[in-house]
């Protein structure tokens, strides 16, 4: 919910300090700025220039739902979490401390419900750009807070007050979260590694991973965070029939340059099962 994590969250504009009013239904900053919360738990906290996009759409989650809840990312989520237990060991963040965790383009709110599982006392806000994710997310777990904010603008989120960021499969902004880390919180992320997904490629013509991504991601951290460690390759097979195939390109990009038909037309075409891998690492970032 979001009255557990309302002293993390900040003011779009001004980054100034929120409290929750009218018997929960709307947050107001000290800077006088107000915001209502959906009916469905969620809160938009756009700065003045509003959001330039709608991210995922009702569609896309609806497949990622559908796709995640088969269990098949397993392997990831439990990396994730693994990963972020480390990161809270490494900086001595005890349970007490009440540990927060905030995750960007966080869509059905799968892994951060996993993480806020995993460590107890924690709590969660997250971060997507996409309003049906939002609705998703304000329900994935009773310790996270669901917004709606522009991973490319201003975070709402206080200056050093996240112990661990997460970013699976999204979009990653350096300096923003250098500026809300704590001292020794880090970054962990999560990148689709070329090969993933590539018994599929050919068969329903799905663009590939775009090479490069971690160089840029480093490239952009420069002065801001640093790498911490070896990043870790995650891999493994997963059996899939053709409904999970169908959500799984349903969740991804492709499901936007491919025509529906087409697509519906090369699935119908696959074997009734196939091993196809999944392949991704993590990479672990700090305050430079
Ligand atoms: C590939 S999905 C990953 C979702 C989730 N992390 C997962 O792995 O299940 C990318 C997510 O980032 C969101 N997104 C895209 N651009 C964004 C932005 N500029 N700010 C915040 N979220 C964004 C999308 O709406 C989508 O939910």
New binding site residues.
């Given amino acids: 919910m979001l009255r557990d994590v309302i002293d993390i969250l900040a003011d779009p504009t001004d980054g100034s300090a929120l409290q929750l009013t009218d018997d929960d239904r709307r947050i107001v900053s000290d800077s006088g700025h107000s915001f209502d919360i959906a009916r469905q738990g969620y809160v938009t906290l756009a700065g003045g220039e509003g959001l330039k ?1 709608t ?2 759409d009702a569609d896309m ?1 609806a497949s ?1 739902e559908t796709f ?1 809840s088969g269990g098949y990312f397993a392997p990831f989520v439990e990396a994730v979490s693994a990963t972020i237990n480390q990161a809270l060991d490494e900086a001595n963040v005890a349970d007490e401390d009440r540990p927060a965790i905030v ?6 709110g ?2 951060l419900a996993h993480a806020l599982d995993d460590v107890a006392e924690s709590r969660g806000v997250g ?4 309003v049906p ?1 939002a609705k998703h997310l304000a329900k994935c777990h009773p310790r996270a807070g669901a917004v709606v ?4 603008q201003r975070l709402p989120i206080r200056d050093r007050a996240v112990d661990v960021i997460t970013v ?4 990653r902004n350096p300096e923003e979260f250098a500026r809300i880390l704590k001292e020794k919180g880090q970054v962990i992320v999560l990148t689709a590694h070329p090969g993933h997904l590539d018994e599929l490629r050919e068969p329903l013509g799905i663009i590939g991973v775009e090479p490069g991504k971690i160089e840029h991601l480093m490239e952009k951290s420069a002065g801001f965070l640093e790498r911490i460690g070896e990043d870790e390759v995650i891999e493994f097979p997963m059996e899939l029939d053709r409904a999970s195939i169908a959500a799984q390109i349903g969740m ?1 990009p492709s499901a936007r340059h491919i025509e529906a038909e087409d697509l519906e037309r090369r699935i119908a075409a696959l074997p009734e099962k196939m091993i196809v891998t999944a392949k991704a690492q993590i990479t672990r970032l700090r305050l430079a």
Avoid: C, K, M, N
């Fill in positions: 996009h991210g995922d989650i990622r995640l995750e960007i383009g966080a869509g059905t799968y892994y971060i997507d750009i996409s994710a904010a522009d991973a490319w699976i499969f999204a979009p991804s």
